[in-house]
T-cell receptor, first 114, second 111 residues
Framework: SQTIHQWPATLVQPVGSPLSLECTVE??????LYWYRQAAGRGLQLLFY??????ISSEVPQNLSASRPQDRQFILSSKKLLLSDSGFYLC?????????????FGSGTRLTVV | GQQVMQIPQYQHVQEGEDFTTYCNSS?????IQWYKQRPGGHPVFLIQ?????EVKKQKRLTFQFGEAKKNSSLHITATQTTDVGTYFC???????????FGTGTRLKVLA
């Protein structure tokens, strides 16, 4: 069966520090991968999505970046965190070439920038 | 760009009462999905609707896709405390695999 792993679960980082969040998927190949951010009590904002290794689409301008070095690995990074980067970061995957299946989300990372 | 709005933003109901959340898209959708996020948790896929006017049921939950494929609703009959959480719709337009999530409706059920 397919599983998605996301870590760490919680993170407290000072302003200006770098960030690296990792997401891996098991049990499937060539998935679509997504990074979402959820502010406290708010909806889901799509940050990045990827349909293949090295293929990244950015949805919003920001100081975050994403990379997909391997088929089932998706990394969210920042060189210098801002206070506004605080939030709940969720990685998700979906079946490639089939828009009729739901997203499976990881358990998320709660990031607090202080 | 495409926008997906949900109303209401919050809803408090007494246990046993019914609950409905409505989802409206600014553009015609190819299909729509519904997710539930428990407090402190991550969204979990509930169901997908594809056809115009489609109605699907999952126990006490009834999902409907509008005839024009621009709106959808989720109705819960006789709410229980386990229904607590935020319900999101997510819509996709043709030609893309991206889903745009609605603003969500947070449901609280009072015992």
């Amino acid at each position: 069966s397919q599983t998605i792993h996301q870590w760490p679960a919680t993170l407290v980082q000072p302003v200006g520090s770098p960030l690296s969040l990792e997401c891996t998927v098991e049990g499937t190949s060539n998935p679509n991968l997504y990074w979402y951010r959820q502010a406290a009590g708010r909806g889901l904002q799509l940050l990045f999505y990827s349909v293949g290794i090295g293929q990244i689409s950015s949805e919003v301008p920001q100081n975050l970046s994403a990379s997909r070095p391997q088929d089932r690995q998706f990394i969210l990074s920042s060189k210098k965190l801002l206070l506004s980067d605080s939030g709940f970061y969720l990685c998700a995957w979906s079946v490639q070439d089939s828009p009729n299946y739901g997203y499976t989300f990881g358990s998320g990372t709660r990031l607090t920038v202080v | 760009g495409q926008q997906v709005m949900q109303i209401p933003q919050y809803q408090h109901v007494q246990e046993g009462e019914d609950f409905t959340t409505y989802c409206n898209s600014s553009t015609t959708l190819s299909n729509i999905q519904w997710y539930k996020q428990r407090p402190g948790g991550h969204p979990v896929f509930l169901i997908q609707l594809v056809k115009s006017g489609e109605v699907k049921k999952q126990k006490r939950l009834t999902f409907q896709f509008g005839e024009a494929k621009k709106n959808s609703s989720l109705h819960i009959t006789a709410t229980q405390t386990t229904d607590v959480g935020t319900y999101f719709c997510a819509g996709r337009t043709s030609g893309t695999y991206k889903y745009i999530f609605g603003t969500g409706t947070r449901l609280k059920v009072l015992a």
